[in-house]
Each structure stands twice: as structure tokens, then as C-alpha cells.
């Protein structure tokens, strides 16, 4: 769902980095899994090209807050991040395609009031939601 730009500061998401502890195992995943297009960056970063938007994965050490690289997975708490999917015979796709990749999948896919959902994680251990979303039309 496409809403009207609002604020005169922010126009999208510039990226998201991610610290990974093995870039060949992050190119694997984003790129043979997911099905990203992905180069190398400054030789020891992954640039994920995810439609407009970019993912960096980047080693701990080139994490700018490295006193922060903390929780039970060593990294800086995020709950989640999610993708969003064209249908819901897609998220049931990636679902299988997670599980044939030896990934665990933690809770779908399953339909809720908004869409159908599945959820993930890397081998990073960040938590991914894949998400096709069907919003309720607030049209009266």
C-alpha cells in the first residue's frame, strides 16, 4: 500500500545494516535464498539490493556502535525486519524454500486479518518477517 509522501525529511529507507559473522554465508543466504542481487562493497561488505533499498551486511568489525553488538545472538537488538511479498501463494513458496535451505521457520505461514505472513530467521539469527499484505479498505 502506497501512501503520500508526508514528511519533508524522510522519503524511504536509505539502508539497513546488519552485522553477520561470515559474508560468504550472507551472500549465500540473500542472494541464493531469497533471490537478491548482491555485490561486494569497500571488500568487506555485502551490498543487498532489495528492490529501491539496500541491506549493507557488514563484519562486527565495522559495526559503528560496536559497544551495542549485545543479545542473545551478539548483535544489536532489532526485532524484526520484514519484505513484503506480491501474494500469498509467494509467502507459502519462500516458506518451503527456507526449509529446503536448512532454515528453521518460526511461526507460518498463516493467514491474519491483514494478510497472509511467515516468519524467519537468517543464519545471523535476525528475526525476518515476509509479509503479504491485503489491508482493509477505510473507503466508506
Not at 503520500?4 to 552485522?19: D, M
Not at 528453521?104 to 524467519?120: A, I, M, N, T
Request: proline share 4%; glycine share 8%; net charge negative.
Amino acid at each position: 500500500m502506497q501512501r503520500a509522501h508526508k514528511s519533508p525529511f524522510l522519503r524511504g529507507i536509505g539502508h539497513l545494516a546488519l552485522v553477520v559473522d561470515d559474508l560468504e554465508k550472507a551472500r549465500w543466504f540473500y542472494s541464493d535464498v531469497l533471490g537478491a542481487d548482491v555485490e561486494i562493497w569497500r571488500g568487506s561488505q555485502l551490498l543487498i539490493h532489495v528492490g529501491p533499498d539496500l541491506i549493507v551486511a557488514k563484519l562486527s568489525a565495522d559495526a559503528i556502535d560496536q559497544a551495542r553488538q549485545q543479545g542473545s545472538f551478539g548483535r544489536q537488538v532489532l526485532d524484526h525486519f520484514g519484505f513484503m511479498a506480491d501474494s500469498p501463494s509467494q509467502v507459502d513458496a519462500l516458506a518451503e524454500r527456507i526449509k529446503a535451505a536448512g532454515l528453521e521457520v518460526l511461526k507460518g505461514p498463516y493467514d491474519r486479518s491483514d494478510g497472509r505472513s511467515l516468519y524467519f530467521r537468517d543464519p545471523f539469527g535476525n528475526l525476518i518477517e515476509y509479509l503479504y499484505y491485503t489491508p482493509k479498505s477505510t473507503d466508506a
